[in-house]
């Protein structure tokens, strides 16, 4: 079968690839010798003397180590056609040298190696009980591709015995595993010629063809040119055995050009013949003798006797037809000799196949045996078992009557025990009161810090809001008196106005401030658009900024949404930019930048002021400090606007950072989610 060679060229290929590699970069040998390597691999002849003598002496000098075990791998190759024995020998050296490195590549291969040697020589059990051992140690090193190499290898094994059906089986196994594997084409290409081989013994011409074609799809894909000639040479002899000549010449001519650019005698072999053929069925019994004659120079280069028989038969046949009886009857002795020696190779090969079944149905009744021991003992097993249970039951029946009597004598050690505990238990709860008292002594201490913040917040404000009522009062009597001119009168009601809008500021934190310590915030989440917000925010306070000729920037991010309340958003952003405003000089800026992190939007207020240092950062952030300073053109505050801010950014899942450089100016950061997270609804009282 050439199937059976596919499968052998495809192994060859891939073990040339890799050793080459670990021989180039792990060992030291001449120059020379890495460039005969390196030839050979490209060629793609499989007997090279010079390769062979090459790959000899590095044995001689190599340590035993898996670099040798590398190199006996290609040595066998070298070997496998050639001379079956010396394959043989040197896969039994290289399995050896595995199982002592304990090297499972190597001792796969080894047993790969002898499966196929003992293939070539017809000893079918053999070969299968050895490409079985080699399954198991691919699959533990994940060597997915030679598990099903070995299923191929297996099926070809069945075909050779005629065992169509095992070979169907292995055979789909092997395609199965190389399905989803990256290099696995390739093989599945091979698989499928060899189930074509399997198709064109039975005579099932059609469906043999749909496997040749499958291949040849596969293999024209993958631009394997060795497999594209041997697949087009069996579609040949298809249509030859179907008497549609003029289809099996198209086939053979292009194989023909394939297998010569390649050197591929085998397939040239098999082209030569069919060609015969071909002229035979026309009566070209001249050219049907020359296709005859080249494709018997081809076997004597291969070494194929089941090809020389088929050369000479139909050398003998022609020469009979031209009247040719001398030659005839030559080639008819050659046949016969030939024909002979392998009828006995297909005894061999019968009686082979018979042990082989015997083996199976021997193993049958050693399982069956088996089966049937281990049911005794089975059977006795549940015997003992029953056994054990009654002892148990005894056991259990002694340990209940022992514990009985034990327990009148624990009892009272329990009770001392439990009272001991009790005592214990006392002991504790009252150091749990004294830790409560603790508790409560610290949160009195914070009750009271509380309480005085509250105090000086309340005094604050009692002095922030009388004064302007007071300035209010005065002017209102400087008005009734007409003390003032129109210009004095204009000055007084801008610094009236400022009062007024000041007081109402202030007023307007209060309620909220109250209002969240009295009846809570009901936070109201929405999607809304953040630059819309940061412009009401600007646009309120863009008097406060030109007064003291400031300037307010914005950087926003493209159609920047946020997730939150966006009136608690405004008031924050608001409080953020009029502090800014406050701390600010003349001629001062202003900006306010606005980015996406990750799942929060970012929104910051950066200005030119005077700055923060570290000790006052700590005071505004503190959530019961009412901490205030005078602005840069001596405006008062409260620090109520800060803590709004944290109260309403807590209520957003949002934070405060603040950043600053005194003298240089101060980052005020806050951040809030970007999208629906588990803002909740909650109150402060």
């Keep these: 079968m050439i199937s059976k060679g596919y499968t052998l060229y495809k192994t060859y290929t891939l073990q040339y690839g890799s050793v080459v590699g670990i021989i180039a970069s792990r060992i030291r040998f001449t120059c020379v010798i890495l460039f005969t390597l390196f030839l050979s691999t490209i060629s793609g002849y499989a007997q090279n003397k010079h390769l062979t003598d090459s790959l000899q002496a590095m044995l001689k000098t190599m340590p035993e180590d898996t670099n040798k075990v590398e190199v006996l791998r290609l040595l066998f190759n070298e070997y496998r056609y050639s001379d079956h024995e010396q394959a043989r020998i040197i896969a039994q050296k290289e399995l050896s040298l595995s199982l002592k490195l304990k090297y499972t590549l190597g001792e796969a291969s080894a047993y790969r190696h002898l499966g196929i040697s003992h293939a070539h020589k017809g000893k079918s059990v053999q070969a299968i009980e050895y490409y079985l051992k080699a399954i198991p140690l691919y699959e533990k090193i994940h060597e997915s591709f030679f598990v099903g190499a070995c299923f191929n290898n297996i099926g070809s094994v069945y075909i050779d015995l005629k065992e169509w059906d ?130 018997l120079a081809f076997t004597k280069k291969t070494k194929s006797s089941r090809w020389q028989v088929k050369c000479y038969k139909q050398l003998a046949h022609i020469f009979t037809l031209q009247e040719n009886y001398k030659q005839g009857v030559h080639f008819q002795d050659l046949y016969i000799s030939l024909n002979d020696s392998l009828n006995n190779v297909q005894q061999a090969l019968q009686i082979e196949k018979l042990q082989y079944n015997y083996q199976l149905e021997k193993k049958d009744l050693i399982n069956q045996s088996l089966l049937k021991d281990k049911k005794l003992k089975e059977e006795e097993f549940d015997r003992n078992k029953t056994r054990r249970r009654f002892i148990l039951g005894l056991l259990l029946i002694f340990i209940a009557t022992t514990v009985f009597y034990r327990i009148t004598y624990k009892r009272q050690k329990r009770m001392n025990q439990t009272m001991a505990l009790q005592q214990q238990e006392i002991e504790a709860q009252n150091e749990e009161i004294r830790s409560q008292n603790d508790q409560i002594s610290i949160q009195r201490e914070d009750l009271t810090k509380a309480n005085a913040a509250l105090n000086k917040l309340f005094s604050i404000i009692a002095h922030d809001l009388r004064a302007p009522f007071r300035s209010i009062e005065g002017t209102i009597t400087l008005f009734e008196e007409e003390l003032l001119d129109a210009q004095e009168m204009q000055i007084v009601v801008q610094k009236l106005g400022a009062q007024v809008h000041k007081s109402s500021e202030l007023l307007d934190k209060l309620l909220l401030w109250s209002k969240s310590q009295l009846e809570g915030f009901q936070v109201n989440p929405k999607t809304f658009d953040l630059a819309e917000v940061i412009f009401r925010s600007t646009e309120i306070l863009e008097l406060q900024a030109n007064q003291k000729k400031i300037s307010i920037t914005t950087q926003i991010e493209p159609s920047l949404k946020g997730y939150a309340d966006p009136d608690m958003i405004e008031t924050i952003l608001r409080n953020l930019v009029s502090n800014a405003i406050k701390f600010c000089k003349e001629n001062d800026t202003i900006c306010i930048r606005a980015i996406l992190k990750g799942s929060h939007i970012s929104v910051s207020v950066h200005d030119t002021g005077q700055g923060i240092d570290e000790e006052v950062r700590k005071k505004i952030l503190t959530p019961t400090s009412f901490y205030s300073t005078v602005g840069t053109s001596g405006e008062k505050g409260t620090g109520l606007g800060i803590h709004l801010c944290l109260e309403f950014l807590a209520l957003n899942n949002g934070h405060l950072h603040i950043e600053s450089i005194p003298g240089e100016g101060s980052i005020f950061t806050f951040t809030f989610p970007r999208e629906r997270s588990k803002i909740h609804e909650a109150s402060i009282c």
Aim: zero cysteines; charged letters at 20%; hydrophobic letters at 35%.
């Design 166 to 295: 095992k070979a169907q089986k292995n055979l789909f196994k092997a395609i199965n595993i190389w399905k989803p594997l990256s290099d696995g084409p390739e093989g599945t290409s091979i698989a499928l010629s060899n189930l074509g081989d399997i198709y064109l013994e039975q005579k099932q011409y059609e469906r043999a063809l749909k496997m040749y074609e499958q291949s040849l799809e596969i293999a024209q894909q993958l631009k394997l040119s060795w497999l594209i000639a041997g697949t087009q040479t069996s579609i040949g002899n298809v249509y030859i055995r179907q008497q549609e000549y003029t289809k099996a010449t198209n086939y053979l001519t292009k194989a023909l050009v394939i297998a010569e650019q390649n050197h591929s005698n085998s397939i040239l072999t098999q082209i030569y013949y069919y060609r015969s053929e071909i002229s035979l069925a026309s009566n070209q019994l001249q050219n049907a003798l020359d296709q005859a004659f080249k494709a």
